[in-house]
Antibody, heavy 117, light 108 residues
């Protein structure tokens, strides 16, 4: 069965970096785009980034452009989110999701990132 | 950038009631519109894709309609397990996403 498992969250000081991972299993990872979506405490869903199935295209929300980088390793069935220069407003649960022909059909359980001094 | 305006932000209804949520796009998005359910502390779950298609395994009391700029999502008979926040979501040809603000559904 399809599984997405995020890891790498934690507490980090403003201005520092963190790398999130999302390990996929149960499907042909290299055939699907992957999304990162976040949710600040008590708030709605916010799209963060997408990487196409082969890594050829990557797009970011304006709020993270220039600070976050999405990448993938299809040999390891893993997508990453490198987050630099973190701000308090980046505090959120971060979800990875599989992009399937216009919709996200599988989601991970999320990993919590807290940016605080 | 396309904006998605979802209403109401919250609603309270009785078990068995018909519940409708609307979502308006700031420009024509054809049928590039999905609906998700998120229960407290959980990841979102896809219910409706491409405006009106029911995801496999989702109960038929959920439905969606619309195209262009105006969309709606309906629960035909509200059940206790439907307590959740519902989001509309637009996707574009880059696979970039825009979410509506969400609608919290509670039981009266």
């Amino acid at each position: 069965q399809v599984q997405l498992v995020e890891s790498g969250g934690g507490v980090v000081q403003p201005g520092r970096s963190l790398r999130l991972s999302c390990a996929a299993s149960g499907f042909t990872f290299s055939s699907y785009g992957m999304e990162w979506v976040r949710q600040a405490p008590g708030k709605g869903l916010e799209w963060v980034a997408v990487i196409w199935y082969d890594g050829s295209n990557k797009y970011y929300a304006d709020s993270v452009k220039g600070r976050f980088t999405v990448s993938r390793d299809n040999s390891k069935n893993t997508v990453y989110l490198q987050m630099n220069n973190l701000r308090a407003e980046d505090t959120a649960a971060y979800f990875c999701a599989r992009y399937n022909s216009g919709h996200e059909d599988y989601w991970g359980q999320g990993t919590l990132v807290t940016v605080s001094s | 950038d396309i904006q998605m305006t979802q209403s109401p932000s919250s609603l309270s209804a009785s078990v068995g009631d018909r519940v409708t949520i609307t979502c308006q796009a700031s420009q024509d998005i054809s049928n590039y519109l999905n609906w998700y359910q998120q229960k407290s502390g959980k990841a979102p779950k896809l219910l409706i894709y491409d405006a009106s298609n029911l995801e496999t395994g989702v109960p038929s009391r959920f439905s969606g309609s619309g195209s262009g700029t105006d969309f709606s999502f309906t629960i035909s008979s509200l059940q206790p397990e439907d307590i959740a926040t519902y989001y509309c979501q637009h996707y574009d040809n880059r696979a970039a996403l825009t979410f509506g603000g969400g609608t919290k559904v509670e039981i009266k």
